[in-house]
């Protein structure tokens, strides 16, 4: 069974695997691939010091990395973030989320996401916005299952793919 776990180097191998594919896709890795090979156990340590305050830099917010996994396959990545700056307010949202493109369409997403909810909620968050580009027709649909509420459309500078603006109440 799938789990929301926190980042660990047990999951090395299929998390570079899941990398292979998003750079397969055009997606830059949050780390170069070279440093994640080298220092895996370096990234993790990274992606869990960054639920605390003391080691967010002062134009970010703390949130929590969470890997969906089942056994010892990484499967993707739900990010809370404890509260909302502007862009976050506008853009962004309190969860993000990305499935590997080998584990999409088998309902992941809407599994992940139902289990960061609780994990917000213990964060103290009454209410989370989450966010997806009108043309990501699965996330809308990973949202509005989890009880997402629809509140607007909105434009980005530069950027003619509007993001649209949910709201779940987590009370």
Known sequence: ?????EPAEVYRDSYLEAVREFL??????VWPMARL????????????????????APTRVPESVLWLVE????????????????????????IGYEIRPSQRRRGYGTLG????????????????????????????????????????AVEQPGDPIKKLRYWIDLE
Do not use: Q
Not at 24 to 29: D, K, L, N, R, S
Not at 38 to 56: M, W
Not at 135 to 146: F, L, P, Q, V
């Open 1 to 5: 069974m799938a789990a929301l776990v």
């Open 24 to 29: 397969a896709e055009g997606h830059a890795p």
């Open 37 to 56: 090979e080298t220092d895996f156990a370096g990234f993790a340590a990274f992606l869990r010091r960054h639920s605390h305050p003391a080691h967010v």
């Open 71 to 94: 056994g010892d396959v990484y499967i993707g990545r739900f990010s809370i973030r404890h509260a909302l700056n502007e862009w976050l307010r506008t853009v962004g949202g309190h």
């Open 113 to 152: 996401l139902k289990l960061a909810l609780p994990h917000a909620k213990a964060m103290g968050l009454r209410r989370v916005l989450i966010t997806c580009d009108e043309t990501n027709i699965g996330s809308r649909r990973i949202i509005e299952a989890n009880g997402g509420r629809f509140e607007n």
